[in-house]
């Protein structure tokens, strides 16, 4: 029978608990910096590797798709293996493609090393989130997820400049090398302090069907999504074809889902209607955010005549703000329920994005630069929350499913945002750098405004969720939690 520990709701969290979550939250990072540096460093990687930019771009669309592919399985991975073995395995694997990738001396042996290092990191977040989940419960996830979080903004915030500085002062290798030191100091302390739990007594067999519905579905209509912001046109058979089949895919498995007994994602959670809710406030704020992501370094490139590096540089006020504000956002999480806390950012987001569209190009640079770090407090409050509420919505054993399922409408909802923001910029330039600007950002203040539809509905839902007994799965604590190891 399981063992469940009481949670109060401001129990105090003890420190192997705090040092758990700074392990998961340092790989995450390493992960999440590694795809922005990467991005900065692809005109070097095709002048070195004698390419073509159209084919060194694949350097990193190979490696977003690969991470689609492997999102679904590591629900099914982690019950049949143990979530702390996949996440230990898919880091040692993320830091030995790293090597294989800076030995390449080839465009298209880079993309082969790349899809592998895509594989591995796809199972890297899911398998941390579930392993915290399960390790801290869900009257203390808000604070402690908070964590995570901090790393997952921070990496893409600091990729543009690590970059720039790496290209400027070195050669492209180093992007890749840089995650040697990193990964060993991951994997020292993940075999220390990161729990080898038990697998599932019955995990059941892998639903391949699914598996390669989902698992092909996924990466086509995230490229197709791309390709379309990309060429600003979905009637091109480059675009609308990936979106067209991706969708259809995905569609089949929901119909085959609903009449199969364990389906490789068990999309039965959705009956759940705070976590149905939780999960669409964070694909929709997160298609707000990722849209935004785009359109910032275009806006100081473009409409501002900055350079790369300086951009970067500009853009860390975002991840800053956002870096400040989560651990604030996770307690409130924790007392008052994250369609609140997701309703704040909202508000927050939409609020600092009204002045670009407004003055557009215009804007003192002071006033940009605080607008961004109080964007990035809105985000931490909108789109973290969102997740974490999910999270918290669903019992213990159904956390590797829920983690990989928000995983997914997350990867969707950002690569839509940004589709959508960058054919709207696109079309618009040839009327005047200013007002396409100006008239995108009123687009990015109506999507912050729909997703404070959806966080109203999460605020609803948990507010009409019946009162339960939470507790915590005691065999699958981290040591050191309740006295005796959990490594077995």
Known sequence: MTTTVPTRRDEAIRWPVWRLALVIAFAAFMSQLDTSVVNVGLDSIAADLGADLSDAQWVASAYLIALGLSLPASGWLGRRLGVGRVWFAALAAFTGTSALCALADGVWWLVAARVLQGLSAGLLLPAGQTILGQAVGPQRLGRVMATLGIAVSLGPALGPVAGGLIIHNGSWPWLFLVNLPLGGIALYLGWRFVPRDRPDAHPGRLDWPGLLLVSAGVPLLVYGLTAWGEQGSLASLGAGGPVTLGGLLLLTFIWYARRT???????RLFANRAYAAA???GAVMGAAMFGATLLFPLYFQIGRGAGVLETGVALIPLGLGTAVALPISGRLLDRIGGGLVSLVG??????????????????????VLGLLFLRGVGIAFAVGPASIAAFKAVTTA????ATTQ?????????????????VLLATRLPG????AFRQTFWWLTAASALGLATAAWLTVAERSRPAT?????ATRLPEGVHGRSSRG
């Open 261 to 267: 007994v364990r389906p490789v994602l068990d999309l």
């Open 279 to 281: 999960t669409a406030t």
């Open 346 to 367: 909202g508000l927050g987001t939409a609020a600092s994005t009204v002045p670009f569209a407004l003055a557009g190009t215009e804007l003192p640079t002071p006033a």
């Open 398 to 401: 159904q956390l590797p499913d």
């Open 406 to 422: 928000v995983n997914i409408a997350q990867r969707v909802g950002g690569a839509l945002g940004g589709a959508v923001f960058a």
């Open 432 to 435: 005047g750098v200013d007002a």
């Open 469 to 473: 007994s939470s507790g915590v799965d």
